[in-house]
């Protein structure tokens, strides 16, 4: 096929348009992304050739290779990896605009002058960064295992098009030539090539290699100096989670932490260990301190790396962890397992689910580990991913109380900065209390106002503010050393027996009252019934006991999903004067079409209390002024 030209897509040439004119700092990154590619096209390689030795095409001593030429002002990066495609070199570097390319750009806007860098190896866009430092970029590629003639060179200076044309390479891979801006020589320098390779890839476990040019005496004629160029291996090439702890510093886990994970900040925590016994294998685990972008979506790829005697066999390994920790990124080595193993295999396999049990273990206690000795640190994490854990109180039932001792809830009882726990909770319980009680808000401000706390405070009894959405389903579920978790919008409350003359004494007085609101009612309400969680507000309504949370609700609908309404319970308060108001117009006239009035106030107030317009906006004014004018009207009588 000849030459054929062809566009950017937009965002493309935005990403490049950023490379070439906002990027100032830290240009040298770009070394660091195409490093990372080679590796990864090698390990694709390797990978594939325990299947299928074809594609060694005899060479499987892998290599990634930088040449700088001086005279032209190329730098180039080559591997024998597993090479591309012209449809694959199209698709990847040329139209395609990757899936995190818009969330970059978002990012890129909101990010400071010194932060933006940073940000170039989060979001898959790591082959352009190399026009931050090349005013043209070559690439060439031929797929392993394909003829010598079905290579293909990629090229474009970055001017919203690019030029694929077929060619003859003999080794299989990609070469990357850069075509260096005048400003950017200095990647041609030997030793600033050798800085930023052991600063960024020293980890990297394919040998970096480039020919060096030395002076040495000649041995035929002493002072004569003679050029010899041997090939040196830049990295040292130590898989970092093979190391001692005390060999890796904390920088050098940092920057193995943003190799594996595309994010520019520093990890949370490390946790780096070996496991021996009956399942021996290696882990390097990084808890992260900031949530990515789509941890909530379907598709999210997650899980440690997996090696099996230093081969990658996977990037991302979900049978390592289960999806409620889907937020750690990291490396697991072992030898337990087989080369070819396979998805299948994985499932099923013995030493996958002790690796599994040991990691979800390790992780649980260095997050327990993490609140109890580094509060600090620990709250900032649970801010990113308490959410995330939050799942494995409903997905791990063994483990439900452990997970469920990591949350942080704020409450209405304060403890200085610290929020509380299911077990601070515990710990403080009144005597005969045998539930846990917690209120569902979309703030803790709307929380804290809630009528349906009244009681609570009064008597003293402490209540858990949530505030995610699933709250209700997950935590509502939970039984904590024996103590039901109970939401206080849902259901009856009665906080004290004592409280049980008075009750009857009130259900007497009250109950044709409450039938006659019940009838008026009948349509909006389930129920009308005396409340047991009010002191000052004169009603509420409240969700029966197994209904969806209104909190959740809310929620649904706001995002577009149809809820069946659901009628509520009208809870009134029997200590209210109100009620004594009302009971009086009863008494006076059945058919008082002044107690019609105050009903459907009442009801309409209720709603608006829990955040719901009045059923009738228009009538609920028009009654209020009526009863304003009424009331300061000048008696006659
Ligand atoms: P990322 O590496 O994060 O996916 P890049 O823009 O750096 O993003 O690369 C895009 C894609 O191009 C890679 O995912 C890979 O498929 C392909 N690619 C880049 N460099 C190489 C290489 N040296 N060998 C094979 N494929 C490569």
Not at 99 to 107: E, I, K, Q, W, Y
Not at 260 to 266: E, L, R
Request: contains cysteine; hydrophobic residues 35%; aromatic residues 8%.
């Amino acid at each position: 096929m000849t030459k054929q030209r062809m566009e950017f897509k937009a965002e493309t040439r935005q990403i490049l348009d950023l490379m070439i004119h906002s990027l100032y700092s830290h240009k040298e990154v770009f070394l660091r992304e195409l490093l990372s590619n080679a590796s990864d096209a090698i390990d694709k390689a390797r990978y594939e050739s325990l299947t299928n030795k074809g594609i060694l095409e005899g060479d499987g001593e892998w290599k990634i290779k930088i040449s700088a030429d001086r005279n032209t002002g190329a730098l180039t990066v080559s591997d024998n990896g597993i090479g591309m495609t012209r449809d694959e070199v199209i698709q990847e570097i040329g139209t395609i605009a990757h899936s995190g390319t818009r969330d970059f750009l978002a990012a890129m806007k909101n990010a400071g002058r010194n932060e933006n860098t940073e940000l170039i190896g989060q979001f898959g866009v790591g082959f352009y960064s190399s026009f931050m430092v090349a005013d043209k970029v070559t690439v060439i590629s031929r797929k392993a295992g394909h003829d010598a003639g079905s290579g293909v060179v990629w090229e474009s200076s970055a001017d919203g098009s690019f030029t694929v044309e077929d060619v003859e390479k003999q080794q299989k891979g990609t070469e990357v030539i850069l075509h260096l801006k005048e400003d950017a020589k200095i990647y041609l320098d030997e030793w600033v090539i050798r800085d930023t390779v052991r600063k960024y890839s020293d980890f990297i476990e394919h040998p970096i290699v480039m020919d060096i040019e030395r002076e040495e005496e000649s041995s035929i004629k002493k002072e004569e100096k003679i050029k010899v160029t041997s090939e040196e291996t830049l990295n040292s090439r130590k898989a970092i989670w093979l190391k001692q702890k005390s060999e890796v510093t904390e920088p050098e886990y940092n920057e193995f932490y943003r190799h594996i994970s595309h994010d520019f900040s520093d990890p949370a925590k490390v946790i780096h260990f070996r496991a021996e016994g009956a399942s021996e294998f290696t882990a390097l685990i990084y808890l992260p301190s900031q949530r990515p972008a789509d941890i909530f979506f379907r598709d999210y790829k997650f899980g440690p790396a997996l090696y099996v005697k230093r081969v990658k066999i996977m990037e991302h390994c979900e049978e390592l962890v289960p999806p409620y920790l889907r937020f750690v990124k990291g490396v697991v080595e072992s030898s337990d397992l087989p080369l070819n193993v396979s998805r299948e295999i994985l499932q099923s396999n013995r030493h996958m689910e002790i690796i599994r049990n040991n990691l979800t273990k390790k992780i649980l206690d260095t997050l327990d580990d993490m609140k109890k000795n580094d509060y600090g640190n620990y709250l900032k994490f649970h801010g990113s991913f308490g959410r995330v854990l939050k799942e494995g109180i409903h997905f791990d039932f063994s483990r439900r109380e452990a997970i469920a001792e990591l949350l942080l809830f704020h409450s209405t009882k304060e403890d200085g900065e610290k929020l509380r726990t299911v077990a601070d909770y515990a710990a403080g319980m009144k005597e005969g209390q045998k539930e846990i009680y917690y209120i569902t808000a979309s703030s803790i401000g709307e929380a804290e106002n809630s009528p349906y706390l009244e009681a609570f405070r009064v008597k003293g009894y402490e209540v858990l503010i949530m505030l995610d959405d699933i709250d209700d389903i997950v935590m509502g579920s939970l039984e904590y050393k024996g103590k039901r978790l109970k939401s206080v919008i849902k259901g009856e409350v009665a906080l004290d027996s004592g409280d049980k003359e008075e009750k009857e004494k009130h259900e007497k007085a009250y109950k044709e009252l409450l039938e006659v609101i019940r009838e008026q009612l009948k349509d909006d309400v389930k129920d009308v019934r005396l409340s047991g969680r009010l002191r000052d507000s004169a009603c509420c309504l409240v969700a029966d006991e197994g209904d969806m949370d209104p909190q959740l609700e809310k929620i649904l609908r706001q995002m577009g999903q149809e809820v069946p309404e659901r009628k509520r319970i009208l809870e009134v308060n029997p200590s209210h004067p109100l009620l004594r108001v009302m009971n009086n117009f009863l008494a006076e006239k059945k058919e008082s079409l002044l107690l019609g009035e105050y009903i459907s106030l009442l009801y309409d107030q209720a709603r608006l209390i829990e955040g719901s317009k009045p059923k009738n906006p228009a009538a609920f004014a028009k009654t209020i002024v009526k009863l304003m004018v009424e009331h300061s009207a000048p008696k006659h009588d």
